[in-house]
């Protein structure tokens, strides 16, 4: 007799669903693992795009980011400033 179905004759309808769970349980994880290898390698190979085109044009991600953060940070002092006054 099923732990789950008190019936004799419910055994194949348990052991479907423990079939079904195993089955569900497999695909999560499968799925999460793939997930995170593809998204390990795509930052992988984003960096290397990145620096590669950091080391053969003029072109720097850093300083671009720093700039445009100063530039909003100084935008808000300009900002509060004319709040005070």
Request: no cysteine.
């Amino acid at each position: 007799m099923g732990k789950i179905f008190k019936t004799p004759k419910d055994d194949s309808v348990e052991e479907t669903l423990r079939a079904m769970h195993l089955a569900n349980t497999f695909d999560n994880t499968y799925e999460w693992t793939i997930g995170w290898v593809r998204t390990i390698i795509i930052a992988i190979f984003t960096a290397l795009g990145v620096s590669a085109l950091e080391s053969y044009s003029d072109f720097t991600l850093w300083g671009w980011t720093v700039e445009w953060f100063y530039g909003k940070l100084n935008d808000l002092g300009v900002w509060l400033t004319g709040l005070v006054s």
